[in-house]
């Protein structure tokens, strides 16, 4: 079995689903996907499930794996890919739980290359590589192959495999350089070489083999339920970082609350739009049996008939007289529906503020003034989506309109609060700020295990997020943009922070950090799909 080749040992497996072949596969690269995946996701029981993941994709693609000349450079890919997976899951477990998890003390600074500067990078490193490049250092120093074993596998000769490996020594080596990671070729061939590979866990591979023996037909939902998970005991890892998409959530929260109102108005105001529907019927009626009446009298009237002309003309006159008594009974229903709108959203408005307008000792008027202030930027918004909605507003006009109510309604807040009211606005405003600031930093220090945060990075990095927070000014009217333009601007929002924080973390940390802001761009492309859907946007 030791003797057969990673290709033979997939055909077995493939055309008699051989345990013993599988068994042997796992055996010969556990330890390159454990040490991979260990790598990628910075903890051990998260690493065992991406290992144990990659071995299950292995058996499930094993028919179209036969032909592959270096099997551990799709072991390499997938892992990546699964690792990546993992990352982004435990980040949005993260961002919902909101908590710190505990802290690595700070590596100590050296001045010399050691594989703590390789590790973080390595598999970045790698996935940059063309697939040749990359299957001749995997075979080269993880894999421990001699020049003239890899040149067999790659099917070139031996010079040719040297040539290819010092390439790809050299641009990892450039790699690193522009990680502020300076290391020579030899020195990075020697510290991969001496640490690149792990052993697993014992037991790991009799878990795995265990998992594929139930294979057969069904082995993707078999084994993956099979495969003891530690879920529960896994670290928690990085969450979102620009409070962009804290202030998206809390903006999607009061949309929905705004629409479970307009419903709500809506079923009160159905039994008033029957009784306009029942009265706008009767108008017609008698706006209709009018002009019957009065073609009847033209007729009679030439024909001198006087006692019919005067029956009809009192018939006429009745039908005016509930024509006239209709009409205000409707116009009167249409106005009180309207009012009972209104009110309703004053009732709601005053709700909501009424906190605020206690701690600001506004005089009554003042306040109607403000909650009517209010009211009105409110309608306002909602007029303007119904135009985006409607294709009669261009989104570039919706945004001038926009800023300028948002500043019309800042000055006439400064007016009607005063001075005091107004700091006690900004004090609220604040707040919130250094809140999301606070939650999001302490997510942050949660991700960088391995490189955490001092004590005045995590001040400094707190006070960055809160700039941005504070600097945002998207809303749902910015939904209506083409996705590469909307991508565009988050991306430069989010960037401004990154920027800014590159001024105090170190590169390792930056490398995270920038990690987690393309997670969350992700992430944020999916929320504005979903919210683009719930509005109607097409």
């Known amino acids: 079995m030791n003797a057969q080749t990673d290709q033979q040992l997939l055909q077995d497996y493939a055309g008699s689903r051989s345990e013993a072949a599988f068994a042997e596969l796992v055996r010969r690269h556990v330890d390159l996907v454990y040490s991979a995946a260990l790598r ?13 993941g990659v071995f299950v994709a292995l058996a499930q693609n094993a028919r179209q794996l036969t032909h592959h000349p270096v099997l551990s450079g799709w072991l390499h890919r997938t892992t990546q890919n699964l690792a990546a997976n993992a990352v982004r899951t435990n980040i949005r477990r993260q961002t919902r739980e909101q908590e710190a998890a505990a802290m690595n003390e700070l590596l100590s600074a050296e001045s010399d290359v050691s594989w703590e500067n390789i590790a973080p990078h390595l598999d970045a490193a790698l996935g940059e590589l063309s697939e040749p490049d990359r299957d001749a250092v995997l075979l080269r120093y993880f894999e421990k192959k001699s020049a003239q074993e890899m040149a067999a596998r790659l099917g070139i000769s031996d010079e040719a495999a040297q040539k290819r490996v010092s390439r790809a020594v050299e641009r990892l080596r450039e790699f690193f350089t522009k990680r ?43 084994a993956i339920k099979t495969i003891a ?52 019927s009767s108008f017609a009626d008698a706006t209709n049996r009018l002009a019957d009446l009065l073609a009847e009298n033209a007729q ?35 106005n009180d529906s309207e009012q009972s709108q209104a009110d309703n959203q004053r009732n709601q408005t005053r709700a909501n503020l009424e906190t605020f307008l206690k701690l600001t ?19 306002r918004q909602n007029e303007r989506m119904k135009a985006l909605l409607g294709g009669t507003l261009s989104v570039a006009e919706a945004v001038r309109q926009r800023d300028q109510d948002n500043q019309e309604q800042q000055n006439q807040r400064r007016e009607l609060l005063g001075p005091d009211g107004w700091a006690t606005l900004q004090s609220i405003a604040d707040g919130m700020r250094e809140g999301v600031a606070k939650r999001l930093t302490s997510a942050v220090q949660a991700s960088l295990r391995n490189n955490p945060l001092t004590q005045e990075q995590s001040d400094r990095l707190q006070s960055t997020i809160k700039a941005g927070v504070a600097a945002n000014s998207m809303d749902d009217t910015d939904l209506f943009r083409p996705e590469d333009e909307w991508t565009q601007m988050v991306t430069e929002s989010q960037q401004h922070v990154v920027q800014a924080a590159s001024e105090f973390l ?26 683009r859907k719930a509005i109607g946007i097409k």
């Open 300 to 334: 009679l009237k030439s024909n001198s008939n006087q006692r019919e002309l005067l029956k009809l003309r009192g018939q006429v006159a009745a039908a005016s007289r509930a024509t006239a008594d209709a009409a205000p009974k409707t116009r009167g229903l249409r």
């Open 229 to 280: 998970m530690t879920t529960l005991q896994k670290t928690l890892v990085a969450a979102t970082v620009v409070a962009l998409a804290g202030a998206g959530i809390y903006e999607a929260r009061q949309a929905a609350q705004l629409h479970d109102q307009v419903q709500t108005l809506q079923q009160q105001q159905a039994p008033l739009a029957e009784q306009i529907q029942q009265l706008q």
């Open 40 to 52: 990628m996701v910075c903890d051990s029981h998260q690493a065992e499930d991406v290992t144990q």
């Open 506 to 531: 170190t590169p390792a940390q930056q490398q995270q950090f920038q990690f987690l802001v393309g997670e969350n761009i992700k992430q944020m492309l999916q929320q504005r799909d979903q919210r």
């Open 180 to 222: 502020g990671v300076t290391v020579g070729a030899g020195g990075l061939v020697v510290v991969i070489s001496a640490n690149a590979v792990q052993a697993a866990p014992v037991g790991l591979v009799v878990t795995i083999s265990t998992a594929a023996s139930l294979a057969g037909t069904t082995i993707a939902t078999t």
């Open 361 to 379: 000792n506004l005089s009554p008027e003042k306040t109607d003034q403000y909650v009517n202030l209010e009211v009105e930027m409110k309608r």
